[in-house]
């Protein structure tokens, strides 16, 4: 009877401790303003939990125990200890939206005790899909164009590839890698699905896959990049990864709802796109030494402008890894985190949390750095905090969606900054577009046309003194042909097309005035700015772009 009463009593001070422990957590969430959660009321999601490994979750008391595409559900025992806030800004920096959820130990302890049921290979691995396992990469091995790609995907979905739609998308991926693509389009018509991809910035048809194949697809892409299966109305977005050997790839996921079906886009991370170095951004003497002597000073800003796809990150990027050095902090602020850069600290917009340009902007300003990355200026607020930063002792690089430089300084105004701030913290407006580069084993050599001659002449007339005029007494412009080394385009890789200016006194006092763009322009032009036309004008007359190109990008 007394040992009876020894276990009722032991049992009673349990119940007694856990409800002190509970108690405690609910005190504790309302100081540190976090919601408090009890697990053994909610369920743990395997999939969510084996984000973190089981040693770092116990070690740092924390667990992630619900996940809704990149939104996720963390419970912490303290939010405020260093390894906490580490995951945390590890989850930002992945793309994910953390939530933080006050919890006990023994509330955490229900969820660490799950990780039984999750194979240690799923930890390691998570939702990366292996494009180097041996099947695909002896497909991969025939794959030399679209052409080869074509025929081989068709021959795999005859032997019954589309019915698995892990086959399947595993060779969709491994072939827009192995060609280079940067994006994957799956877009479903009345019939059929098309997909296609987009290589040196053009589309190419691939494919006409059937709609039970778009459909097998489109759920393991969902699947895959945590996107919600019975969402079909409305557009989702999401992210997951491919490894090849030890490369990882971010893969982006949109889907778009239409008429036929949810149309997908994938767009390809790929290390390789920010391997483009300062020197290999394709600027002309003139502008690069420009551009180089302006990066290198210890404040002020350098815009570049541009529509979405004309290379302005890589173009900063090459910035930054010119630049950095353990003698400088560099912080970057973007919308999303598209690239990992070594050496400098990245951080990412999260609406949810609240963390916009403008605040994240302020925060980075206490951090002491030296020089600051804003992905992209989209409103006066941006504008103004990151103007003033360029004032006090900081050197910003941002980017803007103008046509050409000059508009640069209107545009602005219409975000609603004052002049008077613009005029001293910008120290060089830039603008680009990409056009594709010929084919170096298959180009060939062209004769210009009466107006394409005219166009040339007037172009490199009108250059300024600081460029080397090229000889027009016989005229010498390639074209594209084709041939496997270029996927029988004509073209193989792209450059940029610049043009930029400096805002030194006299073009500051016009900023001052709010002049129109076709009175900065006057000016730029006057102080020796060439335009992107004559930049191409002048790579065309180098024998690496087609005037079908200039006409494509720049206009003519």
Known sequence: MAEFD?????????????????????????????????????????????????????????????????????????????????????????????????????????????????AKESIQTGDIIDIYKDDVRDFRNKLKNSKDFQKELSTKIAQGASRRATDLLDLVLAGAYELEASDIHIEPEETLAKFRLRLDGILHNILDLTHEAHRILLSRIKLTSGLKLNIHKRAQDGRFTIRNNDVDIEIRVSTLPGPYGESIVMRLLHPNAISTTFDELGMLKPVREMIEKEIHRPNGMVITTGPTGSGKTTTLYAFLKKLRSSEIKIITIEDPIEYHLQGITQTQVSHSAEYTFETGLSAIVRQDPDIILVGEIRNKETAEIAMHASLTGHLVFSTLHTNNAP???????????????????????????????????????????EEEEQIIIKAVEALPKTYKKPDLTNIKTFGSNACDKCNYTGYKGRIGVFEAFLIDDEIEQLILKNPSEAAVREAAVRKGMASMLQDGILKLLLGLTTFSELKRTVGI
Do not use: M
């Not at 032991?10 to 856990?18: G, T």
């Not at 939206?97 to 023994?106: D, G, N, T, V, Y």
């Not at 577009?433 to 060939?444: D, E, G, M, N």
């Open 6 to 118: 020894k276990e009722k009593r032991e049992e009673k001070l349990a119940n007694i401790r856990s409800r002190e422990e509970e108690d405690l957590a609910r005190i504790l969430s309302k100081r540190y303003k976090i919601p408090y959660l009890d697990l053994t009321r909610v369920s743990i999601d395997l999939d969510a939990l084996k984000k973190i490994p089981e040693e770092k979750s116990r070690a740092a008391g924390v667990a992630i125990v619900q996940a809704t595409g990149r939104k996720l559900q963390v419970a912490v025992k303290n939010p405020n200890i260093a390894s906490v806030r580490e995951i945390i800004e590890e989850l930002h920096r992945e793309g994910y939206e953390p939530q933080l959820f006050l919890a006990s130990i023994q509330s955490l302890e229900r969820a660490w005790v799950r990780y039984k049921e999750i």
């Open 407 to 449: 508009g640069t300084i209107p545009r602005l105004v219409d975000l609603g900054v004052q002049p008077n701030i613009i005029a001293p913290a910008i120290n060089v407006a830039i603008a680009q577009r990409l056009v594709r580069k010929l084919c170096a084993h298959c180009r060939q050599e062209t004769r210009v046309t």
